[in-house]
């Protein structure tokens, strides 16, 4: 129920192409879905958010795409850099107990091709 | 623009060994979190911390662990006996607001031997 499953686990593309990420959860609770970009070595930093009012967000080159009545997001990435190589972990929170703990995707490895 | 920072980046300890990871969250965040990412594996939440007080922990966080903000800036993790499968990378994080974006530090690197 608190899972969030994340596909695929690694990802090829040429510089400029468009990788998607998917995610899709079970917990109708999560209320909030953000996208977290790292690099190795380093701390995941927070990329882009979105919440089930809205169907789609961008910022920059990335896009969620957000499908409430099927319970899955992605992330797309236009015009796709070799310094976007990096691992991307979709997650999910919930209010629960005043936590907001966040449940993270197992990742996927992206790796552009210059 | 401001940052959480985490002492030490690495920290290398023998098995049955105490540590205490350090994290200064962003001034006037109120909500604080350590999360753990095994090597090559997905982070893993471990304990919430709102108020002076655990607001949520996991499993995971079991009575080896404990977590508090002993002087109003730092907020510490402690691991009373360390285990081999301790071995991770210990991330803090910390949010401002209900609901809003969590901002994670560096990240503490953990080695038991």
């Known amino acids: 129920q608190q899972q969030v499953k994340q596909s695929p686990q690694s990802l090829i593309v040429q510089k400029g192409g468009i990788p998607i990420i998917n995610c899709a959860y079970e917990?109708?609770?999560?209320?909030?879905f953000p996208w977290y970009q790292q690099f190795p070595g380093k701390g995941p930093a927070l990329l882009i958010a979105?919440?089930?009012?809205?169907s789609e967000k961008k910022e920059g080159r990335f896009t969620i795409s957000f499908n409430k009545s099927a319970k899955q997001f992605s992330l797309h990435i236009m015009d796709s850099q070799p310094g976007d190589s990096a691992t991307y972990f979709c997650a999910a929170s919930s209010p629960g107990a005043g936590s907001y703990q966040l449940t993270f995707g197992k990742g996927t490895k992206l790796s552009v091709i210059p | 623009e401001p940052e959480v920072t985490q002492t030490p980046s690495h920290q290398v300890t023998q098995m049955g060994q105490e540590v205490i990871l350090r994290c200064v969250p962003i001034s006037n965040h109120l909500y604080f979190y350590w999360y753990r990412q095994i090597l090559g594996q997905k982070v893993e939440f471990l304990v919430s911390?709102?108020?002076?007080?655990?607001?949520?922990k996991s499993e995971i966080f079991d009575d080896q662990f404990s977590v508090e903000r002993p002087d109003g800036s730092n907020f510490t993790l402690k691991i009373r006996s360390t285990k081999l499968e301790d071995s991770a990378m210990y991330f803090c994080?910390?949010?401002?607001?209900?609901?809003?974006?969590?901002?994670f530090g560096p990240g503490t690197r953990l080695t038991v031997t």
């Open positions: 917990n109708t609770a999560f209320d909030y």
């Open positions: 911390f709102y108020n002076n007080e655990i607001s949520e």
């Open positions: 979105i919440r089930p009012d809205v």
């Open positions: 994080a910390t949010m401002d607001r209900e609901g809003s974006e969590q901002y």
